[in-house]
Nanobody, 123 residues
Framework: VQLQASGGGLVQAGGSLRLSCTNSKRTASNNGMAWFRQAPTKEREFVAGINWRGGGTGYADSVKGRFTISRDNAKSTLWLQMNNVKPEDTALYYC?????????????????WGQGTLVTVSS
């Protein structure tokens, strides 16, 4: 598994952005997946997660109703649709693959991490 995140950039508050994460090695994977983020001077935090089969998802309270996580296992791709973004969403966003087929909110449960993509929301 080798993850690569993309899609970050500068967006105005209230706007939308779509992040992507691809598994460049395209190996068979039945991992739960998630997005985490780290804002300046803050610790990395869970944003959203999705189980291998895509039927189960979960979100941090701060993004619930605004962000949507999805995946296409055939394309080895994970997305995060970010709507109605706020300045406090500014952070480096990481995708991660869990050690099991279900997602977790704990960083220690993830074996593989992408390099991060920067999202900046202007007010």
């Amino acid at each position: 598994v080798q993850l690569q995140a993309s899609g970050g950039g500068l967006v105005q508050a209230g706007g939308s952005l779509r992040l992507s994460c691809t598994n460049s090695k395209r190996t068979a994977s039945n991992n739960g997946m998630a997005w985490f983020r780290q804002a300046p001077t803050k610790e990395r935090e869970f944003v959203a997660g999705i189980n291998w089969r895509g039927g189960g998802t979960g979100y941090a309270d701060s993004v619930k109703g605004r962000f949507t996580i999805s995946r296409d296992n055939a394309k080895s791709t994970l997305w995060l649709q970010m709507n109605n973004v706020k300045p406090e969403d500014t952070a480096l966003y990481y995708c991660a693959a869990a050690r099991s087929s279900v997602y977790s909110t704990r960083q220690m449960d993830y074996a593989y991490w992408g390099q991060g993509t920067l999202v900046t929301v202007s007010s």
